[in-house]
């Protein structure tokens, strides 16, 4: 006599068990923010997603089991501390901007968003870390261009105006050096200039000298050199002398014409 025919997973606790577990892992790869899971008691990382281990530049095999005050600067321990212990006091959610640390050693700015709950009988807290560079980086940016309008609008002399430019420029880029040059003819005059030599101003440079400023002026459109040792056209002695490894040419145009870069 024949049974009903059934499948052998279905209904099983230890098959939905394997699924959930499996669901749990895709939702936290696929997340778009980094994500790590600690036990509140001991501070020891449990679990951890791809993002989190590409925002701090580790592995996962060394993530997990790692204390979670390592994901930040070790300087910082103490005040970080204070504020886990006081995520685990809430019990709900809570949002910060701190920082976590790069294996490198560089630091990265991320905002927080922390909950707590129970697993089985341990008491557990995630926390869904935001990189905040880029919008930190565009905030910086477009405060700088603000605080450059400013200056351009002002009723300082036009010198006054470019060095101000000039130096905002430099700051708000964090290049080492920032220069503005004028056309004359087929010669570049060096109208003033951020961390440049003193003798530097006033004097002028061929076109051989600074093909990359040539091109800019031809084109009319920036141009962005990253390794001059690469580019042999561009990477000329006068470059070489000045310690230049990588620029950024703009060129400044009023009514079609090229006046300086």
């Known amino acids: 006599m024949a049974g009903n025919t059934r499948d052998s997973g279905a209904g099983r606790p230890e098959v939905a068990l394997t699924e959930s577990a499996e669901m749990y892992r895709k939702a936290m790869d696929l997340a778009n923010d980094a994500m790590f899971v600690a036990d509140t008691t001991t501070g020891i ?17 060394e993530i997990i089991g790692m204390h979670q005050a390592k994901l930040h600067p070790p300087e910082k321990a103490k005040q970080y501390a204070d504020i ?11 949002t910060v901007e701190l920082l976590a640390r790069h294996a490198d ?13 129970q697993l089985g009988d341990k008491t557990m807290v995630i926390g869904i870390f935001r990189d905040l560079t880029t919008r930190n980086r565009a905030k910086e940016l477009s405060d700088g261009l603000n605080e ?3 200056i351009i609008n002002s009723t300082l002399d036009a010198d006054e105006i470019l060095n101000r430019v000039v130096t905002s420029s430099a700051a708000v880029l964090g290049v080492d050096t920032s220069v503005v040059l004028l056309r004359q003819k087929k010669q570049w005059v060096v109208q003033c200039g951020q961390n440049i030599p003193a ?8 076109e051989q000298q600074i ?9 009319k459109k920036p ?39």
Not at 45 to 61: D, T, Y
Not at 84 to 94: L, P, R, S, T
Not at 105 to 117: A, L, M, N
């Open 45 to 61: 990382l449990v679990e951890a997603n791809q993002m989190g281990s590409q925002l701090i530049g580790r592995p996962l095999s």
């Open 84 to 94: 886990f212990m006081e995520y685990v006091a809430k019990g709900q959610g809570v």
């Open 105 to 117: 050693g560089h630091d990265i700015p991320v905002e927080i968003s922390s909950s707590v709950f």
């Open 148 to 150: 450059i309008n400013k």
């Open 199 to 206: 003798e530097m101003i006033g004097s002028s440079l061929g």
């Open 211 to 219: 093909p990359h400023v040539a091109l800019a002026a031809k084109t």
């Open 223 to 261: 141009v962005i050199v990253n390794d001059l040792e690469a580019r042999e056209n561009l990477n000329t002695k006068f470059m070489q002398d000045t310690g230049i490894r990588s620029t950024m040419v703009v060129p400044l145009v009023v009514k079609d014409v090229v006046i300086g870069c």
